[in-house]
C-alpha cells in the first residue's frame, strides 16, 4: 500500500488489472485504517481524482461513491490541471493549515505503492 505521503494521486477508472474503483476503496481502506492518519477530516489521504476519456453522470456518481474527490476527462492539460486539480489543493492546504497539527508518518526507503 502506500508507503510515503502524496498530495492527491489521478487514477484512470479503467485499468487492466484493477479498475480505479477498487483502487480508490483499497487506498480509502489503507488510510482510514492507519493510526497516524484521521481519515474523518480527510485530510490525510490523498486527493483522490478519477480519470477517464468517457465521463458522464452515471460515472461521476460511481467515482463519488466510491471515495474520489474529483471526476476528470482525459487527456489531462494544463488548462484542466490549473482550474480544477491546484485550486482543489489550495483549498485542501488552507483547510489543513487552520486544523491542529497531527502527527503524520513517513516510512523511508520502501517501495512506494503495493496494492497486493
Same mark, same amino acid.
Given at each position: 500500500? @502506500? ?12 485499468? $487492466? ?30 486527493? @483522490? ?25 482525459? $487527456? ?9 486539480? @491546484? $485550486? ?29
Amino acid at each position: 500500500m @502506500l508507503k510515503k505521503h502524496y498530495d492527491f494521486i489521478l487514477c484512470d477508472l479503467n485499468m $487492466p488489472v484493477m479498475d480505479g474503483f477498487e483502487c480508490a476503496s483499497k487506498i480509502i481502506s489503507h488510510y482510514s485504517s492507519q493510526e497516524l492518519f484521521n481519515h474523518k477530516e480527510k485530510e490525510d489521504c490523498p486527493l @483522490l481524482i478519477a480519470c477517464s476519456a468517457m465521463i458522464n453522470a452515471q460515472v461521476e456518481k460511481k467515482a463519488s461513491e466510491s471515495g474520489f474527490d474529483m471526476c476528470i476527462q482525459s $487527456p489531462l492539460t494544463m488548462d484542466i490541471i490549473k482550474q480544477n486539480i @491546484l $485550486p482543489a489543493l489550495q483549498q485542501r492546504s488552507e483547510k489543513f493549515k487552520q486544523s491542529k497539527p497531527k502527527k503524520v508518518g513517513y516510512l523511508e526507503n520502501s517501495e512506494d505503492i503495493d496494492l497486493s
